[in-house]
């Protein structure tokens, strides 16, 4: 398994995996809208990227952070947004894999860490989480305001 920032060419195939992510919660698909999404995040140079492909370069999965900071700790902080595994490619290692070089990017960017959110029913993924050392934060209120109808 090989563990790399994505590059422009990987757009297309990572697309489908965001396409069937974003299935995953419930979205219509959209692939055309999603290869225009991923496309814009790699021209922009606006998130981070990170794939896992097998030996024959086949993506299996990707994980996307988008930069945004703490004015606390006065320090670039990572949202990890999407973390995606294709059903055939699952229960490898490869979610892990990922998350560790998501730990690299912080070290190497001196940020102060990661945070996530992921629905209450997703018991894979909250096992995940707490499986490689993410904590629950109880003790803040998450809120959301949009003007897009669900």
């Not at 422009?8 to 995996?17: G, K, N, T, V």
């Not at 021209?43 to 981070?48: F, G, Q, Y």
């Not at 992921?118 to 803040?140: E, M, Q, R």
């Amino acid at each position: 398994m090989i563990i790399r920032k994505a590059l422009m060419q990987d757009w297309e195939s990572i697309s489908i995996l965001f396409d069937n992510y974003r299935k995953f919660y419930k979205r219509n698909a959209d692939i055309i809208g999603a290869g225009i999404f991923i496309k814009d995040r790699l021209v922009n140079n606006d998130s981070a990227i990170i794939i896992a492909e097998n030996e024959g370069k086949v993506i299996m999965g990707f994980v996307q952070l988008y930069p945004i900071f703490s004015s606390t700790r006065m320090k670039r902080l990572w949202l990890l947004n999407d973390l995606f595994i294709q059903p055939e490619f699952r229960n490898k290692g490869i979610s892990i894999a990922l998350i560790n070089e998501c730990k690299n990017l912080c070290r190497i960017t001196n940020s102060c860490g990661m945070v996530l959110e992921t629905a209450k029913d997703n018991i894979i993924g909250n096992s995940l989480y707490l499986k490689t050392g993410f904590i629950p934060d109880n003790d803040h209120h998450y809120y959301e305001w949009g003007n897009e109808v669900q």
